[in-house]
Nanobody, 122 residues
C-alpha cells in the first residue's frame, strides 16, 4: 500500500510562490499528479508527471506559473507554484498511479495523500 504525504502548503499573498512536496512511502517510478479542491467544488486536475519525469502535463489555468517535477532518488514529487491567485485557494492533493501513462483523470489514480491547504489572500 503506497502512502503519500504532502507538505509545503500555507497562507500566502497574491503573486507569492509556494513549493509543495509529496513524499511516497515505498517505490518511486509511479506516474504522479497534483489535484486541488476548493470548498464546494469538484476536484480539479493541476499537473501530472510520468515515472521517469520525461513527460508532464499541466492544466491550462496554471500553465506558465506551476511546474511539476520529481526526484526519484528521494521518492518525492514537487509542485512549484508561482504568481498564486486567490481563486487558487484549495486543498492540494498528491496522487499516484500504480501503472500507466500520465492522466488528468482522478479516477485513474489509486493512491492519494491527505492533502495540504493552500490559502491565497488578496
Amino acid at each position: 500500500q503506497e502512502q503519500l504525504v504532502e507538505s509545503g502548503g500555507g497562507a500566502v499573498q497574491t503573486a507569492d510562490s509556494l513549493r509543495l512536496s509529496c513524499a511516497a512511502s515505498t517505490r518511486s517510478g509511479y506516474t504522479m499528479a497534483w489535484f486541488r479542491q476548493a470548498p464546494g467544488k469538484e476536484r480539479e486536475f493541476v499537473a501530472t508527471i510520468s515515472g521517469s519525469g520525461r513527460f508532464t502535463s499541466t492544466a491550462d489555468s496554471v500553465k506558465g506559473r506551476f511546474t511539476i517535477s520529481r526526484d526519484n532518488a528521494k521518492n518525492t514529487v514537487y509542485l512549484q507554484m508561482n504568481s498564486l491567485k486567490p481563486e487558487e485557494t484549495a486543498v492540494y492533493y498528491c496522487a499516484a498511479r500504480g501503472s500507466g501513462l500520465v492522466s488528468r483523470k482522478p479516477e485513474d489514480y489509486a493512491y492519494w495523500g491527505q492533502g495540504t491547504q493552500v490559502t491565497v489572500s488578496s
